[in-house]
């Protein structure tokens, strides 16, 4: 069983929305809430490239190409982070991962396809 759970990726026209979900396992709990949470994207052929990133304290980054369009949040009662992703191109189609990490301890989870395509 992962320690990390992705969710909701699909596939969705351009210009469409789908929001992604991740769930940290109870065995990293206390490492999600200290740490910074964040996602993660690799399309085939490409390196992995950080999309966003939520810290314990709420501070966000985006990647340029991400900005006004998707959105992070967390939720640290549930152990949860979220990504929303609005007006979808078709170069957002990759795998989104999920990841936590705290000082030099980085957990990842197994992913979620997201392909945009009409």
């Known amino acids: 069983q992962g320690q990390l759970a992705e969710s909701g990726g699909g596939l969705v026209q351009p210009g469409g929305s789908l929001r992604l979900s991740c769930v940290a396992s109870?065995?990293?709990?206390?490492?999600?809430?200290?740490?910074?949470m964040g996602w993660y994207r690799q399309a085939p052929g490409k390196q992995r490239e950080s999309v966003a990133i939520i810290t314990s304290e709420g501070r966000t980054t985006y990647e340029d190409s991400v900005k006004g369009r998707f959105t992070i949040s967390r939720d640290n009662a549930k152990d949860m982070v979220y990504l929303q992703m609005d007006n979808l191109k078709p170069e957002d189609s990759a795998i989104y991962y999920c990841?936590?990490?705290?000082?030099?301890?980085?957990?990842w989870g197994q992913g979620t396809q997201v392909t945009v395509s009409s």
């Open positions: 990841g936590v990490t705290w000082r030099t301890v980085g957990y």
């Open positions: 109870e065995s990293i709990s206390n490492i999600a809430r200290m740490g910074a």
